[in-house]
């Protein structure tokens, strides 16, 4: 079994909602971008948004199952709470029409987080209703932050539906992107600073005391989060601000999942170490430049005995999903 837990696409359904609510500008040529947030908007791959080519990568790629996952910059979370909704139930159950046609898929809803409560209901009809396997949303919804207490209806509800909810960097506007307009950097440095950021404010917060029962994905191999625990432990040690939470940063390494993404085997290897091979997950972050297409290529390179690449590949997946060959 191999799965790909970090696979993005805008199902039918979701491109035909995004073009009545005028959010798709076409070019002379013909290409389409999604006019998600300030500037000239965002160009949508055909990959992105082709569902047969999503199944013609999973046939050359050798994947038994693929998520469906909102594009970062396509959850609308800066648009009035009743028009994403409305987004996220055209994008929810046309993923449910292709995750149908096509069981190899499995979808990960996406929710109107700026209105938690809001994205409480739309995750459990996704979910109880539609058959999704979780929720997949970014770091931040505008300025509410996935640590603020107004976010607990939501945690709530997904604790109790027994979802696992993958996070993926917020990519238009994460920590210090002001600063990097260049090279690629908000990219490259931003996104995985971001998902360090609110993992830390997740543990820092309270909020994996309050909800223990929540499961998180982090993308990106957890970004940096994994590689300063030693840091982090070391303010929960010194600094009154940083023992709110419980326990020290430590024992929450393993509240969280990694997808694989981290391109560098002696990184992957470092992952394995700390975190265990049952907390990582194969992920591509296809189909998009910065993706990772083969997992088995970083897996292997890591020099991984066999049981713990296949745990990677699809079995710790596989028993967080409920997947079954």
């Known amino acids: ?93 046309s993923a449910s029409r292709v995750c149908a046609s096509d069981p190899r898929f499995f979808g990960l809803a996406t929710v109107p987080l700026q209105d938690p409560v809001g994205a409480a209901a739309e995750a459990r009809r996704a979910v109880l209703g539609l058959g999704h396997k979780g929720v997949g949303i970014i770091s931040r919804a505008g300025d509410l932050e996935l640590s603020a207490p107004e976010m607990d209806p939501f945690f709530d509800e997904v604790q109790n539906l027994g979802i696992p909810v993958f996070i993926h960097p917020d990519v238009q506007s994460p920590v210090g992107s002001e600063r990097m307009r260049t090279h690629h950097l908000r990219n490259l440095v931003g996104n995985p ?28 191999g957890g970004g940096t989060f994994p590689y300063i625990v030693g840091r982090l432990e070391h303010g929960y040690q010194v600094r009154p601000e940083c023992r709110v939470q419980h ?20 990184a992957m290897r470092y992952l394995v170490g700390i975190v265990g091979a049952d907390r990582v997950v194969a992920g591509t972050d296809w189909p998009f430049d910065m993706a990772d297409p083969d ?19 699809g079995g710790t997946a596989a028993e967080l999903l409920g997947l079954k060959d």
Not at 253 to 259: E, H, Q, S, V
Not at 296 to 306: H, S, Y
């Open 1 to 93: 079994m191999l799965v790909d837990m970090h696979n993005h696409l805008l199902p039918p359904g979701a491109l035909a909602m995004l073009d009545e609510l005028g959010l798709l500008a076409r070019s002379v040529a013909g290409s389409l971008s999604i006019l998600s947030g300030k500037g000239p908007g965002t160009a949508l791959a055909t990959d992105l948004m082709d569902v047969d080519l999503q199944r013609k990568h999973l046939d050359n790629s050798g994947f038994t199952h693929a998520s469906i996952m909102v594009p970062p910059f396509a959850t609308l979370y800066n648009l009035p709470p009743a028009v994403t909704l409305r987004y996220a139930q055209a994008f929810n159950d």
């Open 295 to 313: 997992p088995n290529i970083i897996v292997g390179r890591a020099g991984l005995n066999t049981s713990v690449s296949a745990q990677i590949l």
């Open 247 to 266: 326990a020290s940063p430590y024992e929450y390494l393993r509240r969280f999942y990694y997808d694989s993404v981290v391109f560098e085997p002696a």
């Open 193 to 220: 600073s971001e998902t360090a950021f609110v993992a830390a404010s997740l543990v820092f917060s309270g909020v994996l005391d309050r909800f223990p029962g929540i499961t998180f994905v982090l993308s990106h």
